[in-house]
């Protein structure tokens, strides 16, 4: 059974940092591209940042400088490290697993954390 369980979410001030996990089972996790996932209250899901199964990363514009992603590949895990928090950040924040292989794909989601940026 898949399971990707997110963690570190909460209410931070403006400014401020925060550092989200997703610890992934049922998977082999090295071969997966990862990415962070967010939906603000009446918007679309977007894209945040993700990581491929060699590193590389891409990050949403609005992001940029401000969040890192990385992946623990022994420890199953992959972060979004969050700095300079704006309101605008405020969603709820989904770990994505990614899988492309021919004839095929195979995607999991969390199941998201809370991030409320508000003084």
């Known amino acids: 059974q898949v399971q990707l369980v997110e963690s570190g979410g909460g209410l931070v001030q403006p400014g401020g940092s925060l550092r989200l996990s997703c610890a992934a089972s049922?998977?082999?996790?090295?071969?997966?591209?990862m990415g962070w996932y967010r939906q603000a209250p009446g918007k679309q899901r977007e894209l945040v940042a993700s990581?491929?199964?060699?590193?590389?990363?891409n990050y949403n514009d609005s992001v940029k400088g401000r969040f890192t992603i990385s992946r623990d590949n022994a420890k199953n895990t992959v972060y979004l490290q969050m700095s300079s928090l704006n309101p605008e950040d405020t969603a709820v924040y989904y770990c994505?697993?990614?899988?492309?292989?021919?004839?095929?794909?195979?995607?999991?989601w969390g199941q998201g954390t809370q991030v409320t940026v508000s003084s």
């Open positions: 049922g998977i082999i996790f090295s071969a997966y591209a």
């Open positions: 990581i491929s199964n060699a590193g590389s990363t």
């Open positions: 994505h697993a990614d899988l492309a292989y021919v004839g095929g794909r195979n995607v999991h």
